[in-house]
């Protein structure tokens, strides 16, 4: 009767310890900004306007999607997870939860949202989800132990999002969809890069080879951060250009993308940990804002 007692008192904190478990495979924080930019891909389709039904729907099959490419992810790495002290005490290094257990809440959050997307909206931007947690999961996340291109590899999963919200509003994967690609797509690789210096040492011990230099921390990776952040400026015209968003989202825009030109500067001249992190932070602000201001400034 006391152990049972006992047993029953322990519920509640098992329970939460689980759904921890859960959280810390599915990723919802990181998700959530991915979820974000399909989300604005969608509103920035011509003739659509905001509703809470499609946008809820949306929102809610893209986190189930990225989710199940972050578990499947950690699958993968469940060893490489075990060496680097940021990853340590995920669920799989430490034993807290079987691989079979997370195999199972990655098929079924990742085709769960495929399927979502696909009733909800149509078959296109369901494959193109799933195209997504394929590339990230099975081409992004083995190549990362071999060779410095897994950076680009997972630049293209991850500017897909917004070429999927615009697929499940058009049907299509037209010029606006691939303009927010193009932007998702270079901003990702001074973002990438600055959280691979940051935490270089962490990623050393699993020999991940994430930065462009074999060398490792030289300046070379600034300089490559300068010139993808360079690129945004004149890329950011061109909604304005076709018509998509009007002058304040453009003026906006640019100046989001030189300041990320000049924290990528600062970083190639400094060298540094303290640069580097400017440029992570810069990254974490690049993207919202310039999304936003396209979007409130739609045409």
């Known amino acids: 009767m006391l152990r049972a007692e ?4 322990r519920m509640p904190a098992l329970v939460r310890g689980k759904a921890r478990d859960y959280s810390l495979l599915l990723k919802p924080n990181l998700s959530f ?14 003739g659509i306007h905001f509703e809470i039904l499609p946008v809820l729907q949306l929102f809610v099959g893209g986190m189930l999607v990225t989710g199940g490419a972050n578990t499947l992810n950690q699958i993968l790495e469940r060893d490489i997870d075990a060496l680097m002290h940021r990853t340590r005490e995920r669920p799989l290094p430490t034993g807290r939860m079987t691989q079979t ?27 193109l989800s799933m195209m997504s947690l394929v590339l990230y999961a099975f081409a992004y996340t ?29 049907g299509t994967i037209s010029l606006g969809g691939w303009l927010f690609f193009l932007i998702q797509f270079f901003w990702q690789f001074p973002h990438y890069w600055a959280i691979a210096w940051v935490c270089f040492e ?12 074999h060398e490792g921390k030289t300046r070379f990776t600034g300089l490559q951060c300068m010139f993808y952040s360079i690129v945004l400026v004149p890329l950011v015209v061109l909604p304005r250009v076709i018509g998509m968003s009007g002058n304040i989202g453009m003026y906006i825009s640019m100046a989001c993308g030189v300041a990320y030109f000049l924290a990528s500067m600062n ?8 640069s580097a992190k400017r440029v992570m932070f810069s990254s974490f602000i690049y993207l919202p804002v310039v999304l936003l201001s396209l979007y409130f400034n739609k045409l």
Request: glycine share 8%; no cysteine.
């Open 6 to 9: 006992t047993a029953i008192n």
């Open 33 to 46: 900004m991915v979820v974000f930019s399909s989300v604005i891909g969608y509103l920035m389709a011509p």
């Open 101 to 127: 257990e997370a195999l199972i809440l990655a098929t079924a959050a990742g085709l769960g949202g495929s399927i979502m997307i696909t009733i909800t909206f149509n078959a296109l931007a369901g494959l």
């Open 142 to 170: 083995p190549m990362k132990r071999i060779h410095p291109i897994s950076v680009f590899i997972g630049a293209i999963p991850g500017a897909m999002p917004p070429l999927i919200g615009w697929a499940a509003a058009t």
């Open 202 to 213: 962490d990623y050393a011990r699993a020999n991940l080879r994430m930065l462009p230099s």
């Open 267 to 274: 970083f190639f001249i400094k060298n540094d940990h303290k």
